[in-house]
């Protein structure tokens, strides 16, 4: 359902109209006071919130104002793919300086690339003054059976995405002044994994994460939901392009799926159908050491995790 | 559907694991990617998302750290309201910034105040470290029929909800420094019309909008959608004790509802129902004069609407 847009006057609503100008179809119902979407019949609702806030998240100097926003969509969009949700749209609510005003249009850019890569929309936002640029993504999504962290079971293998490390390598260069170089890409465009998240649902993935606070600490997190152990072969970890085995275990923001599964996955027929690696890289057991053992590796930094092993 | 809580450490997990414990039932399924809602069979999702940002919208000096979380919750759950949708939960995004740390329990009682008054809960949310303090509520509500801004047909009445003026007379006695006396509840704790909006959308509202940002810019947004004019009797215009008849038509954040009618409402029945009074205030008409004209009043502040008439 679709609304006329009929905003009132005033430099906030101008704003908002430019934006919506620019979204074109991609905007959707925009104007009146809340979004109404359907759901589809037995499905439920899956929903979540992500908040990317300037020097905090993000250095205005690291990135254009369109990769900014394009990145902050994009890490909340993959909340829906560690559900494995197919999205129903995005609620955008920016903060926005006097200083950002005259980038509005390519932070409005961002959104919508961020939207078109999810094959979604953007049903409704909010626009307010303030002193630092924030960008608060809501998204929303439907699942009939959500995969959820809490469905691990002790047996079962656990299988990543992608290439890990290049966004913690990224971070680091950018952070000493220094060019990112090939590891630029990997931070400044995360892919949600929506659809691999679902092929892997459709299958049998038994629980499910988006690696948004490191693989170790995310891995975590499913272990102590589930109530289980889970160990990692470090030296079966799919690393970028000459990561350290350290980044691609602790890296933040890689926005990967990591999956559980009593069945094995068919990682050749995975590869050919999203250009994207399938990784068997640990088994979950029945918590005999600790939530997380990682073998291969001694990791030295500890940011958000339990317990290493060497 | 609800989830173990189940965070990993640090600082922004300890906080949020504090507010969660702070919240009781009244937190649901927090701890995963994502919220999993069920949305009743037949009705559709109603979303929208609002900010509250510190100097802004606010002025920390003016309210508790209470009153500033609740009347941001508050104010979001009021789109609710405008579209006569009965709430399935919030989703609440803070950027808090080091020297608000302190308050984050009165922060996170606020919210719980503001899901009790509207009968609902806290369905995920985001905590992250900032220079200013903003809250960002994501309402999801459902309803089988939401009440729109563009139903509204020449020759129905206008209705307005309570009593207006008090949120105008208690900004401007804070901003210059006085105390706000009896205008500050109102200011304070504004009430999302949820119940009184589902009432009036089962007896026949046409069309609905919350008083956010004045009497008079809102029934303009309702006029413009609806392709009609709207006609305001000042004098007919309930006002809270000793206030202008200007702050009434012009104030904003009263979060009352105004509706559009073909058919007569009984206030009486809604008075004793809600405590609250129900006023007709004026008439939807083909628009000869332009989309709002003020009958009764000589509107002096130009505040986002379009025509006065003395």
Known sequence: M????????????????????????????????A???????????????????E?????????????????????????????????????????????????LPQLADGIAEAVDVA????????????SELSITTTVLGTAFAPLVRDGARAGEHVY????????AAALRLFSSGASPGIYRERFAH??????????????????????????????????????VGIELDALRIPRFTDV??????????????????????NSDEFERRFSLPLTRIGTVTSMTNGPVVVHGARVDSVRGYDHFAS
Not at 160 to 167: E, I, K, M, Q, S
């Open 55 to 103: 020097d905090k998240h993000f250095k205005a100097e690291w990135l254009t104002p369109r990769e900014i926003s394009y990145r902050a969509v994009a890490a909340a969009l993959s909340d829906l793919a560690a559900m494995a949700s197919r999205p129903l749209g995005v609620l955008v609510a920016m903060v926005v300086p006097e200083r950002w005003r005259d980038r």
């Open 190 to 227: 995360p892919v949600p994994r929506i659809a691999e998240a679902i092929w892997l649902a459709e299958r049998g993935a038994s629980a499910a994460i988006d690696i948004s606070d490191g693989l170790v600490a995310d891995v975590g997190h499913v272990a102590a939901a589930s109530g």
């Open 244 to 265: 350290a085995v350290d980044d691609a275990l602790v890296g933040a923001e890689e926005y990967e799926i990591v999956v559980t599964s009593a069945a094995e996955f």
């Open 160 to 167: 990543v995405t992608g290439r890990l490390g290049a966004p």
């Open 2 to 33: 679709t609304h006329t847009i009929a905003l009132g006057t005033g430099a906030e609503f101008d704003a908002i109209r430019e934006m919506v100008d620019r979204w074109g179809s991609r905007a959707r119902g925009i104007g009146d006071d």
């Open 119 to 130: 094959g979604t929309t953007i049903r409704g936002g909010n626009l307010s003054d303030g």
């Open 35 to 53: 979004a109404v979407i359907g759901v589809p019949r037995g499905d439920q609702l899956v929903a979540s919130v992500d908040t990317a806030v």
